[in-house]
């Protein structure tokens, strides 16, 4: 863990990117209890999902990167949508274990291999509505847009959709590749952190997952936060419509947190102007299993040294991985 303690940087936002917390204050954000049917309205989703035939469908290659080969990839996920993305398998054949890949809310372009374990067999779908390749009639392609999209009613706000995408993604993946179920892991940013903590709970098949400065946790202290990311979107829509935490208790990636067993490596921030990082660490303070924590300086932010620290993020959430997988 590098030895940053406080999250002071010079910048030109009208707020400020660290909220006043320093570590030891961010390693105290604690997570909402949730709903009492929380558990409960989870698992009947996932179950749901489960019975779902994914029908995958693998393109021809596209390139070959980092040592593995590059196909197209689509499969079928709740509401009957068709999602996109990538399926990326070493090109030597030798598959060790299996991994699903999600985005931020910036969506996908294009796979990055070099991210999971070697020799690991990986989906990177486009969540729904998001990426080139996922982009769906009536979903908001943007952040602000998006966040919002059904959030009027648990059953229909995009994000359980989402989740929805993960778990058909390893359905599919296991499906096209069944050696990946020997060890099957999570690796998800921002938006897809948040959304890994939704969905991890409640799939069995997952062995381990890295969560990189996760989003939706603990919305009520996040209401109460100034960003620049979808996290604004929702504060403004909670200004005026305050019931709107009802449903966002259903959709709290630290309340998720607090179900999750699994190992699960954490990237969090001590300065990040689009996820405001109370909420971040709320996601790793929560976790009820095994756990390791990296202290980024920083997250959606150019600095000095950045690229360095994220490149040193990727091979701790590797070696975590492959170690704890």
């Known amino acids: 863990m590098p ?40 698992r009947q989703r996932y179950e749901s999902a489960r019975r779902i035939d994914p029908a995958p469908e693998v393109g021809p290659p596209e390139a070959e990167m980092d040592g593995t ?18 399926l990326t398998t070493p090109a030597d054949g030798r598959i060790t274990q299996g991994c699903v890949v999600t985005h931020g809310y910036g969506g996908r372009e294009a796979p990055a291999p070099w991210q999971p374990v070697p020799g690991a067999a990986t989906i990177w779908p486009c ?43 390893a359905t599919a993946l296991l499906r096209l590749v069944p050696a990946a179920a020997e060890r099957l892991t999570y690796l998800g940013t921002s938006f897809g952190g948040g959304i890994g903590a939704l969905a991890l709970p409640w799939d069995d098949r997952f ?10 946790g603990n ?23 305050p019931s709107v935490l009802d449903v966002l208790a259903y959709f709290d990636a630290a309340t998720a947190a607090g179900h999750i067993r ?6 969090a921030a001590l300065f990040d102007p689009s996820v405001p990082p109370p909420g971040q660490f709320a996601v790793h303070n929560a976790l009820a299993g095994p756990r390791e924590l990296f202290v980024l300086r920083a997250g959606h932010f150019d600095h000095p040294g950045g690229p ?4 040193e993020l990727e091979a701790a959430q590797r070696a975590f991985l492959a170690g704890k997988g």
């Open 3 to 42: 030895e940053h303690a406080t999250g002071t940087l010079p910048h030109d936002f009208p707020f400020d990117p660290a909220h006043g917390y320093d570590l030891p204050r961010l390693l105290e954000v604690g997570a909402p209890a949730g709903p009492r049917d929380f558990a409960a309205f989870w």
């Open 69 to 86: 080969v590059v196909r197209p990839v689509s499969y079928t996920s709740t509401d009957g949508y068709r999602i996109g993305g990538w």
């Open 127 to 169: 969540l729904r509505g998001l990426g080139s390749r996922s982009l769906l009639p009536g979903i908001p392609p943007d952040s602000a847009g998006h966040v919002l999209h059904g959030i009027a009613a648990r059953e229909r706000y995009v994000l359980g959709g989402c989740a929805a995408d993960v778990w058909c993604a």
């Open 207 to 216: 062995h381990a997952a890295g969560l990189t400065v996760p989003t939706f």
């Open 219 to 241: 919305h009520p202290l996040r209401v109460t936060l100034p960003c620049t990311g979808s996290g604004e979107s929702v504060r403004t829509r909670h200004a005026a419509d």
């Open 262 to 267: 699994i190992p699960v490596h954490v990237g």
């Open 308 to 311: 360095a620290e994220t490149a």
